[in-house]
């Protein structure tokens, strides 16, 4: 099964989908954490140019193509060979990043990034996606003072560095997204402590996975 995890910046997904592991692994349930861009080597090379400032002078285009080219590689080598070993796979990341961040927020054709990434994970998709969804300045505080915290606001911060109306474009993207299709959709509220929200986001994978809650 692949569950991924999407939402604007500062959002919370990483820690969320880093808790889901350590609890399904407690459980002994087989699972694996991995993330775009970076989940791959190729992709590993190309998250400096489009998560740091030294990838300022991409196209949209440009922005779009390097994703796609991530999430082929990445699809090919780690994502598939787990889930066929029987692996659940938690993506920080996926398909619908690009839709939200490249479609609604830069603007780029909706339809043809759906195309381009049908093409990119050839049958390759999601069981369950959760959109951890917060208010853009709230999203944007956290993960701005995160960045400052770790010394990655120039590595980092590209997308941090916009301007409050595309992280809201993004947002609503996501929520567009989520009601065209609440079968593989679940849109979290993110405002919380990370364990409160953990709260929200388990019983949602174990409903989908099948699996008890708690350890018995």
Same mark, same amino acid.
């Given at each position: 099964?692949?569950?991924?995890?999407?939402?604007?910046?500062? &959002?919370?997904?990483?820690?969320?989908?880093?808790?889901?592991?350590d609890?399904?692994?407690?459980?002994?349930?087989?699972?694996?954490?991995?993330?775009?861009?970076?989940?791959?080597?190729?992709?590993?090379?190309?998250?400096?140019?489009?998560?740091?400032?030294?990838?300022?002078?991409?196209?949209?285009?440009?922005e779009? %193509?390097l994703?796609?080219?991530?999430?082929?590689?990445?699809? #090919?080598?780690?994502?598939?060979?787990?889930?066929?070993?029987?692996?659940?796979?938690?993506?920080?990341? %996926?398909?619908?990043?690009?839709?939200?961040?490249?479609?609604?927020? !830069?603007?780029?054709? =909706? $339809?043809?990034?759906? !195309?381009?990434?049908?093409?990119?994970?050839?049958?390759?998709?999601?069981?369950?996606?959760?959109?951890?969804?917060?208010?853009v300045?709230?999203?944007?505080?956290? #993960?701005?003072?995160?960045?400052?915290?770790?010394?990655?606001?120039? $590595?980092?911060?590209?997308?941090?560095?916009?301007?409050t109306? %595309?992280?809201?474009?993004?947002r609503?993207g996501?929520?567009?997204? #989520?009601?065209?299709?609440?079968?593989?959709y679940?849109?979290?509220?993110?405002?919380?402590?990370?364990?409160?929200? %953990?709260? !929200?986001?388990?019983?949602? =994978? &174990?409903?989908?996975?099948?699996?008890?809650?708690h350890?018995?």
């Amino acid at each position: 099964m692949l569950i991924t995890f999407e939402g604007i910046e500062g &959002c919370g997904k990483s820690t969320q989908s880093r808790m889901v592991l350590d609890h399904l692994q407690q459980r002994g349930v087989p699972a694996l954490w991995t993330r775009q861009p970076g989940g791959c080597d190729l992709g590993g090379r190309l998250r400096a140019l489009l998560l740091g400032r030294e990838g300022d002078g991409l196209t949209p285009l440009s922005e779009l %193509f390097l994703y796609l080219a991530d999430r082929a590689q990445h699809v #090919a080598e780690v994502i598939r060979p787990a889930l066929a070993a029987g692996t659940v796979v938690l993506c920080d990341r %996926f398909t619908d990043s690009t839709v939200a961040y490249q479609g609604y927020g !830069r603007g780029l054709d =909706v $339809s043809l990034i759906h !195309r381009l990434n049908a093409v990119a994970v050839d049958g390759c998709l999601p069981d369950l996606t959760l959109i951890l969804d917060l208010p853009v300045e709230t999203g944007l505080t956290r #993960a701005r003072t995160r960045n400052a915290d770790q010394g990655q606001t120039e $590595s980092e911060g590209r997308f941090e560095a916009e301007e409050t109306a %595309f992280h809201q474009r993004i947002r609503d993207g996501y929520l567009t997204l #989520a009601a065209e299709n609440p079968d593989r959709y679940a849109v979290i509220p993110a405002q919380g402590e990370p364990e409160e929200v %953990f709260g !929200r986001v388990w019983p949602m =994978v &174990c409903s989908r996975l099948g699996i008890a809650e708690h350890l018995m």
